[in-house]
């Protein structure tokens, strides 16, 4: 047990150490709404190691949907009801998790609390869900058991090109048909990523770094983490890679948008 206790100790000292030499030391409060697959677990991951551990508060993805049944409630909408909650607790600096972006939230919480967030290449980011969750021994936790050619025709395939307009819109259920709805949730979803204080894209996670600097004074070491092998992602034919940017239509514009943001 001594040996254990000296051993977080170390590490402890050595990680205050580090942010003292790199100037890693954040006054704001952070809420970061990690999109799945956009190398969020990375950033979240060098983000922490900005602060105190014991500051830093992580949605447990998992409970959060076991919990979501047992309350009988839509898991969004389960989730984003602990977001007060956490940020409310004293002593607690920085928020991240699956959560969806809340309007209502966003007004009470925003002079507090920095929202930031990253998204990736749609396309890109379709796949590696895909086969991460195909990967999964807990097929219950978002599980996938059928074949890609299968599952870009199915709801969940659908509904997957539009992961992200879906979590920052704040519209937890999204609706596949419709054109012109699937575009409303588009322009909400460019209004709302106006709104955060700091946005990236996975392909250029230098000039996020960059940007975090200015914004938070903190330098982040982010090492690349929870990656796909990618054996699987060269199997894919041209005509399910079209069908799939099809599907990512919705994302691709918000992705767009999002690129022009960071050109300006």
């Known amino acids: 047990m001594k040996k254990v206790h000296l051993y977080h100790q170390f590490k402890n000292t050595t990680q205050s150490l580090r942010r003292k030499i790199t100037g890693n030391t954040i006054a704001d409060k952070v809420f970061f709404l990690h999109i799945p697959k956009c190398g969020g677990t990375s950033v979240d991951a060098a983000i922490s190691e900005a602060y105190k551990w014991s ?4 949605l447990d993805s998992t409970a959060s949907r076991k919990a979501s049944k047992v309350q009988n409630l839509e898991l969004m909408q389960y989730r984003n009801s602990l977001l007060p909650y956490f940020m409310e607790q004293k002593g607690i ?22 929202y930031i967030t990253l998204l990736r290449n749609p396309v890109q980011k379709y796949i590696s869900q895909y086969f991460y969750n195909l990967q999964k021994q807990d097929k219950d936790h978002f599980g996938i058991e059928e074949s890609l050619e299968r599952f870009i025709d199915s709801p969940e395939g659908i509904r997957l090109g539009q992961d992200m307009v879906q979590k920052i819109s704040g519209r937890a259920l999204v609706t596949t048909e ?20 700091l946005v990236g894209i996975l392909e ?18 982010i090492k690349k983490m929870n990656r796909n092998s990618g054996k699987d992602k060269q199997r894919i034919s041209t005509d399910i890679r079209k ?17 022009k943001m960071l050109a300006r």
């Open 178 to 197: 419709g054109s012109s709805e699937r575009k409303s949730h588009v322009e909400q979803a460019i209004q709302n990523i106006e709104k955060f204080h």
């Open 204 to 221: 250029d996670l230098p000039k996020f770094e960059v940007n975090f600097k200015k914004r938070f004074g903190a330098s982040l070491h």
């Open 55 to 58: 500051s830093h508060l992580r």
């Open 243 to 259: 069908k799939i940017e099809s599907l990512c239509q919705p994302d691709i514009a918000l992705y767009d948008h999002v690129k």
């Open 93 to 114: 600096r920085y928020i991240s998790g699956h959560f969806v972006f809340d309007s209502n939230l966003y007004h009470l919480y925003s002079f507090q609390w920095c």
